[in-house]
Structures are given as C-alpha cells and as structure tokens.
C-alpha cells in the first residue's frame, strides 16, 4: 500500500499536490525529521528506467556502500538464512523477538523504501533508505512505494519477496518467531490516518503488544494488539515478507501453519480493490484508488495464475495514464510468472 508519513508538531501543505487528495495534502512531520529533497529520475519511453533498470540502480546502490565501508553480500546473508533454517517450526510462543531491528530515520513519503532497507539490513544486506527509494520509487511517485515493485527488486538483490493480504494476528506473530521481519502496510495510528509502512520485529501476548522499528515513531514503537489491527484492516490486512531463497521451505511451513492461503488471499484481495473502484473515489483522478486500482487488480490476478486478465487490467492501466514505472513493475510480474508458472 503507498504510504506517506505524517505526525502532530508541525503541518506543511504540499503545494504540487491537489488539495482534493485529502489523505495526504496535510504532511506533518516531527521536528528531528530532516526532510532532504529528492528530484524525480527522468526516464525516457516507456520503461527505461525499469527492470534493466533495477539491475543497474541496485548495483550501483551496492557500489556506493561499499565506497561508504558497509558491505552488502549474498553470502553473508545465506550463511544467515542456513543457521536460523536448521532451527524447528515455531508453532506458537508466548514472546519473540527478532530485534531490535535497525531503526532508518524516513524522508518525505519514504516509509516503504526506510522499511525495505531494515528488512535488507536484517539479511546482511545494507542499503540506504535512498539508495532502495531511487529503485522502489524511481518515479517520485506522489503515493509512495507501491508493494508491487517488491518481488523484481528482491530478485535483484537474490532475494524474493512474499506480497500478501489478508495477513493475521496469527501469521504476523509466526513469522516472526520463525525468523521473519515482516513489513505491515497500516495507519500511522488511529488518530493519524495517513498511510504507512512499519517493520513489526517482535510481540508479546503477556502484554498485548507488537513492537516496530517504526521509520516514522521511531525505534521500539509499541502497538496494542486492538490497535494493530484497527490500523490494518483498511489496507486489507497486508503484509510484505522478504527473505532469503533457502528459507522457502520455512516460510511455507508458517504459512500453513497460521492457515494462510494465496488462493483465497489474491481472490478477496481482487474482490476489495474492486469494490473500492466502485466508490467515488476512484472517479477523482489522483486518488488512491485511481492510482493503484488496475495496477493492483492485474498484480493480483498474475499471483492467480490469471494472466489474459491481468494483462486486461494493465492495459486499463495504461489508458487511464498511470506512471509507466509502476506498469513496469506489473508487467515484468506477469511476464515472471508466466515464464515460471
């Protein structure tokens, strides 16, 4: 889900934005939060800038930190995944913890790419909020990062990426006491309804509480279990897990065993989006829904297998003018799928 951030202390009315857009035309920021600007990447024709594209950002990404000392290394990460596979499924537990996770401080709009380089880190993989932001959100997407662009990005980076919806209480809490940083797509709180992406790195049922290395709230930001999940459902519960190739099986395993089904999952998934395109709101162009509606629906359909759909949904994408880096994304989603499916 695109996400912006937002706080109490101060308010700024974005100026390039139209004032209809209400979700996020109000930024508010806290004052510690430097905000750097960022230009938008040009990209030429149709997708220049996209998949070849993510090869060569991500590499150039990898490059400038290890000009900067910080290693980034597929070897330490799979030494990682290799020590925490042999350990048996976690089933239930009444505590865990993965953390502290390292807390990346966002930018403007930046909680999902600040969100992906925590997981990243938590792999051994150490890139910058801005170096992942320049590849996720390569268009300045005013909307933030969509979830959609997660499963190439992680492939480039020889990982792989689960994007999910209709994530519970049950699996947020087996993921991570099996070893699974997972990034929530929520509100800020239910008194700041801005769209939001946090890491969540523990729980505890003694307490009722999950515990974030919140790119916004900060590090060890707690949230009740009523909380949690008052915030979640309007994104339709989703969730984004990023791993390591040789922990599949394991991840598998969770999924079972907190009873999550992709068939089931994609299908409602499909169902919601496409109620909300039946609202008003997908009639204003630049709201959420408008942006991400058909995008999504065709993401969703190619996890189903559905590919003449998907590619139907895209091209209404398309006509409906919809940035060309994120239809990239999709397509080379479809594309994936097909060839592997």
Partial sequence: MPACHSGIQERVRRQDVPTTQKECSMIRFPLPLRLRPRSVV??????????VPVLSHVRAAGSQGKRA????????????????????????????????LETIVQTLNNCGPASVAEVLAYWHIYLSE?????VLRA???YWGMSPVDLPAYAQSLGMRALVGYGGTEKLIKLLIANGFPVIASQYVSSYDPIRHYRPIEAYNNRSGIFVSADPYLGAGHVISYGEFNAIW??????????????????????????GWSQTRAFTQAIR????????ADFQSPGSWIWYNGYADVAFDEAQLGQFKKAQSALAAATRQGISPVLIGWVRHEIQLLERHG
């Fill in 233 to 258: 459902a309007e994104s339709d519960y989703r969730f984004q897990v990023l791993y390591p190739a040789s922990r599949q099986s394991r991840l598998n395993a969770v999924l079972r065993a907190a």
């Fill in 42 to 51: 040009p990209f030429a024709g149709a997708l220049t800038l996209v998949l």
């Fill in 272 to 279: 919601w989006e496409e109620a909300q395109m039946r609202t």
């Fill in 69 to 100: 000392g910080v290693v980034s290394t597929r070897k330490v990460a799979a030494r990682h995944a290799a020590t925490t596979a042999r350990a048996s499924l976690v089933t239930s537990a009444s505590v865990a913890s993965l953390g502290p």
């Fill in 139 to 141: 268009d300045n997407g």
């Fill in 130 to 134: 801005a170096q992942v932001a320049s």
